[in-house]
């Protein structure tokens, strides 16, 4: 199914149905184009589509409300950037409803692939479904403004669920709940992925205990690292030096572990959006040996989230 081009610059926003969220700013108004020619079949292991609401209502429990960001308006930002493949996250505002996801991956031709949220009444029929869909992984949410944190028992509901798929345990954590979910992290079967640099808090240090346990995890070989949201983690602003320093010394202690994403369309956020052909120029140094951005766009993405094998 073929989908119109549009320029990231000028985006086709849906007049929102309510108002958007503190923290849920519009995308960058003028993405640069990116001046580092990714590889071939690079993929945003992170992003998200949100609505467009008239479509695919936000879920009446969310805990946030966002702008509408639709798979369209994410095709065009992707061919901006260069970047031909996807992983597509379903957001929490969305809740347990993966329409929208289901949506977009039946249009990508296999370009994309997805991670669910799974809950407690997520029957084994819904998840075979996704599965067939294209759905790769499940995330499980411990940040208090997105839900209450799962517990053990939910999490092994979760489990039971997605048994003998091969889908990869997807968290999303704050810096100092690493060291204390480290346990959880070891025993959880299969591979498990750590979003945004685990939002660890630089000012703790390189030996704080949140980087200890992240460094720790990636040196198990079951866990790997999303190298991503480097404008979250930063604590100087762009270009976000400190965290592309972390982002570096990641890719390259454990080159085969780390994948990169955008986290398009920034929600929950402070400030305003920043700018994603910046993002992609930033992997310059986040992964300088050519070898080591070939694994992190191209290989990494395609080992732990199923794509299609490519020369």
Known sequence: MT?????????????????????????????????????????????????????????????????DAPKEQLRALHAHLGLSRAVVVQSSCHGHDHAVLLDALDASGGRLRGVALIGENSTRAEVEELHRAGVRGFRLNFLPHLRTP?????????????????????????GEEIALLEGLVRALPGRVVVDHIGR??????DDGPALRSLRALLDSGNVWVKVSGVDRVSRQGPPYADAVALAASLVAHAPERVVWGTDYPHVNITGEAPDDGLLVDLLERIAPDPAHLRRLMVDNPAELFDFPATP
């Open 200 to 205: 660890v808090d630089l000012a703790a240090g």
């Open 150 to 174: 799962p517990t053990r028992a939910e999490i092994d509901t979760v489990l039971e669920r997605v048994d003998g798929l091969g889908w990869v345990a997807q968290l999303h954590v704050r």
């Open 3 to 67: 989908e119109p081009a549009v320029h990231p610059t000028e985006p086709a926003f849906h007049e929102p149905e309510s108002v958007p969220s503190p923290g849920c700013p519009p995308p960058h108004p003028a993405p640069r184009t990116p001046s580092l020619a990714l590889p071939r079949n690079s993929c945003d292991a992170h992003c998200h589509i949100l609505g467009p609401a008239h479509a695919f209502p936000y879920a009446p429990d969310r805990t946030f409300t966002p702008l």
